[in-house]
């Protein structure tokens, strides 16, 4: 069993920052990648950032600058660190890892239940 669990959403004003974290637990062999997606009210869900097990970095083109994903991969865990925060980041921010539980096992993904970030005046 494995668990994707998030944590850190919250409300922000315009301009403001928040820390997400999303940690990984279970039987866990090795992980790939973790990342962060969002959907909007009424939009598809979206990468918006990603780190691999080597440590390289993918950013939406919406928050270059802004976002940055970090992790620690002695607790499975990942951070996205939120600055400069606009109207349009309200969404809710899912957890997603893509793992092994076993060292002969396929890849597969997991998913968190998601945080609520809400950027407002």
């Known amino acids: 069993q494995v668990q994707v669990a998030e944590s850190g959403g919250g409300l922000a004003q315009p301009g403001g920052s928040l820390r997400l974290s999303c940690a990984a637990s279970?039987?866990?062999?090795?992980?790939?990648?973790m990342a962060w997606y969002r959907q909007g009210p009424g939009k598809p869900r979206e990468l918006v950032a990603r780190?691999?097990?080597?440590?390289?970095?993918y950013y939406a083109d919406s928050v270059k600058g802004r976002f940055t994903i970090s992790r620690d991969s002695a607790k499975n865990t990942v951070y996205l660190q939120m600055n400069s925060l606009k109207p349009e980041d309200t969404a809710v921010y899912y957890c997603?890892?893509?793992?092994?539980?076993?060292?002969?096992?396929?890849?597969?993904?997991?998913w968190g239940q998601g945080t609520q970030v809400t950027v407002s005046s």
């Open positions: 780190i691999t097990s080597g440590g390289g970095t």
């Open positions: 997603h890892a893509n793992l092994r539980t076993t060292y002969s096992s396929m890849s597969s993904d997991y």
């Open positions: 279970g039987s866990i062999f090795s992980i790939n990648a």
